[in-house]
């Protein structure tokens, strides 16, 4: 579980770069579409024709994380990092639990 305001905030929306051992060029495009987190990944070689992927990664709160967790009988024992603050703290890093 991952702090999903902080993940919005910070949102990296284009990268790109070369693995040349591999002779490939990286490019990954990130954009929020509604609860997710959408990944699109080109991977292009020297030569032949490029492979794409996606990746989508729900955002859930912490009070919804919590809920859910009760309802399969999960115990969260502790929450760490500053998410606890996080009502009260903007800028704050990210946590997992």
Not at 1 to 11: C, G, P, Q, R
Not at 19 to 32: N, Q
Not at 52 to 73: C, D, H, N, P, W
Not at 79 to 94: E, F, H, I, L, Y
């Amino acid at each position: 579980f991952s702090d999903a305001a902080h993940v919005k905030e910070n949102l990296v929306p284009y990268s790109e770069r070369l693995d040349g051992a591999a002779g490939l060029r990286i490019s990954e495009r990130r954009s929020i579409e509604g609860d997710f987190v959408v990944k699109r990944i080109e991977i292009t070689p020297e030569t032949g024709e490029p492979r794409r992927y996606e990746e989508r990664v729900r955002l859930i709160g912490l009070e919804r994380f919590r809920s859910m967790a009760k309802q399969t009988g999960l115990t969260i024992e502790a929450v760490r990092g500053v998410m606890k603050a996080r009502a009260t703290m903007s800028g704050s890093p990210p946590v997992s639990l």
